[in-house]
């Protein structure tokens, strides 16, 4: 027992000691710029903004686009009828104002003056008609249709192919007045309008290019967002320049935005320290704690809505045993992935529902519903006997299974700690394997993994937001987890406005799900970033990546 116990607090110090190495690298780099020496000080004057995305997106179309590698460029891009303000407020964005009527099942927008495309064209309701009905195509195949189908009148039926587009509740009344009908009342409708994929697009572009948005330099990238893309240079950087076209574009101070897109960390890093980066997202770790220690004014430490977690692919055995996945889960330290590896301050997961969402009593959410994970080595023994027992196998069947998760230093060091946590608590042997995040993303989809490296950023302000992604039908559902009673209980909660039944079926759905765990949650995110002192205005809503839409860079 004291040789297993040394055995991983090695691999936890070697972890460490490794990313701290990484960090301390950009320390001694040859080439380090002056302080406060910036990467807008080499354009000429003009003032660009230069920061990292982390992975290669699968394209730019708001429609199709399915992680935060894809929204955290688009949301410059693109602007919806609603937006998250610097105060993290929902507030009219493209919309002047908006109406809901009495039963709160009809939502009519008013739109502002004057909106233009990039390009020049004027932006009117028909615009967002398109773009949403679009969304629900099947020929698009749009992994977040759901946001549309679960909620707008004809809208499921139209997808599944029983209905007709024309009975679909959403309408373009005139060019500045679009009305939206729904299935049942949803009071964090206005919310999902400032989603992403609700986003408008231009018709005449997307018809013209079913491409349009996976090469800029093939054709103009149409755009009504703060930023329009100029320049996509694969696996390099993504490009934007000011839209002088939009509707608030003489509150944007900024000429322009430069998206890295790169993995590494450590090189990252050195990026930020040589002057390269004004704005550093997700450093890693131990620079995270390192930062955090010395109280480095540089550090900002967002609020964040999500959970970082393990999905099973339930079809395969012997994942598709439930006592297996307790047991993989009950066999975990929480406590020493967060303090010892993780280092951004996180919290230990309770459930699939972070803190920060309010109940009907307007109680948190994840207090009211109580701590659902259990910390168990004993019971995890006892649990995958029983289960590897019930599907016919040994443990020696579980060296041919396969973790995998994306190309990341953190990542790669956190699968590691679980590997050594499961071999020394339950004696299992688990092959790890690292892969690029849009690799990642397509297997999980396809169900080409075993155990795979997942996280969830909510899309709206409700609990619905971390849940409804497991119901049986919904294209997210990467686990292929079934359970009618739990497809009941959202169904329920989907079809009224009577905020305690909502919540209490939500309450009930969740204990269901931590009971069968086809997920292994592990914690609640924060997102840390570094800030040049000279760069002012960037803001981050609770639910997406910080905000450049009003950011400056101040001379030295």
């Known amino acids: 027992m004291i040789n297993k116990k040394v055995r991983l607090l090695s691999v936890l110090i070697a972890c460490v000691m490794l990313l701290a190495a990484c960090g301390g690298a950009a320390n001694n780099g040859a080439n380090k710029k002056a302080e406060g020496q910036t990467a807008s000080s080499e354009s000429g004057g003009t003032k660009i903004l230069r920061t990292n995305n982390k992975s290669e997106p699968g394209s730019l179309d708001p429609a199709i686009i399915k992680g935060t590698h894809e929204s955290f460029v688009v949301y410059h891009a693109f602007e919806g009828l609603m937006r998250y303000d610097e105060n993290d407020k929902l507030v009219p964005a493209q919309a002047e104002s908006y109406e809901v009527s009495d039963d709160g099942m009809t ?18 309701a028909k615009d967002f008609e398109y773009a949403w009905k679009r969304v629900i195509d099947p020929k698009l195949a749009s992994d977040y249709s759901f946001q549309i189908t679960t909620y707008v009148k004809g809208a499921e039926e139209y997808y599944n192919g029983k209905g007709s587009i024309d009975d679909v509740g959403i309408k373009a009344l005139d060019d500045k007045t679009l009305e939206v009908q729904l299935k ?4 964090y409708f206005l919310d999902i309008t400032a989603f992403y994929t609700l986003l408008p697009v231009n018709e005449k572009v997307v018809s013209a290019n079913p491409d349009w948005a996976k090469d800029p330099q093939s054709t103009e990238f149409v755009s009504n967002g703060a930023f329009k893309i100029t320049e996509w240079n694969h696996k390099e950087n993504i490009k934007m320049v000011k839209n ?39 450093p890693a770790p131990a620079v995270t704690a390192k930062a955090v220690q010395s109280k480095d004014p540089e550090l900002q430490m967002g609020k964040d809505l999500g959970v970082y977690y393990f999905e099973f692919n339930t079809t ?13 889960s009950m066999a975990l330290d929480r406590k020493t992935i967060v303090e010892k590896i993780a280092q951004g301050g996180q919290m230990p997961a309770e459930g699939i529902i972070p803190y920060g969402l309010n109940d009907d009593a307007k ?14 080595k004993a019971k995890a023994k006892e649990l995958l006997e029983k289960g590897l027992k019930e599907e016919g196998m040994t443990m020696d069947d579980l060296k041919n299974c396969t973790l995998s998760y994306n190309t990341d230093e953190a990542h790669k060091k956190i699968a590691q700690a679980l590997q050594e946590m499961w071999k020394q608590n339950l004696g299992v042997e688990l092959n790890l394997e690292n892969m690029e995040f849009q690799v990642l993303l397509d297997n999980r989809k396809a169900g080409n993994f075993e155990i795979a490296r997942s996280g969830w950023m909510g899309d709206y302000k409700d609990p619905m937001t971390m849940l409804d992604l497991f119901m049986t039908d919904n294209p997210q559902n990467n686990s292929r987890w079934s359970n009618k009673e739990f497809d009941a209980l959202l169904k329920k909660a989907s079809s009224t406005g009577d905020q ?55 001379a030295k």
């Open 107 to 124: 939502y009519t927008f008013k739109l502002r003056d004057g909106l233009k495309w990039s390009n020049g064209d004027p932006l009117t």
């Open 184 to 187: 049942a009342p949803t009071p």
């Open 244 to 282: 002088d076209n939009y509707v608030d574009a003489d509150k944007v101070k900024l000429d322009g935005l430069q998206f890295d897109l790169l993995e590494d960390n450590n090189t990252a890093y050195q990026k930020y320290e040589g002057g390269e980066y004004d704005v550093l997202v997700s």
């Open 316 to 328: 395969k055995k012997p994942f598709n045993n439930v006592n297996v996945r307790k047991a993989l």
């Open 363 to 376: 109680k948190d959410f994840r207090e009211a519903n109580g701590n659902l994970i259990t910390e168990d």
């Open 500 to 554: 305690k039944v909502r919540m209490d079926s939500m309450k009930a759905a969740e204990k269901i799900m931590m009971e069968e765990m086809p997920v292994i949650p592990v914690y609640f995110y924060t997102q840390p970033r570094l800030q040049k002192p000279n760069v002012t205005g960037v803001y981050k809503p609770l639910l997406a990546y910080p905000r450049f839409i009003y950011a400056d860079i101040e």
